[in-house]
């Protein structure tokens, strides 16, 4: 089974910094996705980034991107000016064409937003 | 924009009763999915469905049931609750198919249950 691991249970970052979220995986797989979701203190849980394990590029999102480092499996996330509604539960998830349409996510990355 | 409701944002049960959760969604989507949230476990997968009257397994099946009878409605079911069962439970769908604009869940806004 896939593994996805975040070594950061929380982290803190200042209005308008940057800050960068870790994530890595295990695999064995050649063909996959992974995604940063965010939960706000609400709990909807919202799509923040998606990327293709088969596409070089890293994915971008307005102020968010990934640096997608396949050979280390190391998918990590940044957010770049840093706003208070940034502040939430980030988690890292994997799926993998052999899957199905199931999300393996790891135990999630709590990031405060401080003025 | 697509909208996954459940039936409840709180529910206290006791010992031993039978429990629902409901899971409605209006977009269609083919694949429903029943997570479990718990403070540094992150997501857990119950079970998920591909379709009416269809239903896998997922990481933490174990004391759950599910149903399907309607390609909206994802109920699970726990027969006998337990007081391991308190938790967080997230309902999510998505469509079927591959590409960026199928691969994203949407996720409801969760049931709180807590089984004394």
Known sequence: AQTVTQSQPEMSVQEAETVTLSCTYDTSESDYYLFWYKQPPSRQMILVIRQEAYKQQNATENRFSVNFQKAAKSFSLKISDSQLGDAAMYFCAYRSEDSGYALNFGKGTSLLVTP | ?116
């Open chain 2, 1 to 116: 924009d697509v909208k996954v409701t459940q039936s409840s944002r709180y529910l206290v049960k006791r010992t031993g009763e039978k429990v629902f959760l409901e899971c409605v969604q209006d977009m269609d989507h083919e694949n429903m999915f029943w997570y479990r949230q718990d403070p540094g476990l992150g997501l857990r997968l119950i079970y998920f469905s591909y379709d009416v009257k269809m239903k896998e397994k997922g990481d933490i099946p174990e004391g759950y049931s599910v149903s399907r009878e309607k390609k909206e409605r994802f109920s699970l079911i726990l027969e006998s609750a337990s007081t391991n069962q308190t938790s967080m439970y997230l309902c999510a769908s998505s469509p079927w198919g591959a590409g960026p604009s199928t691969d994203t869940q949407y996720f409801g806004p969760g049931t709180r249950l807590t089984v004394l």
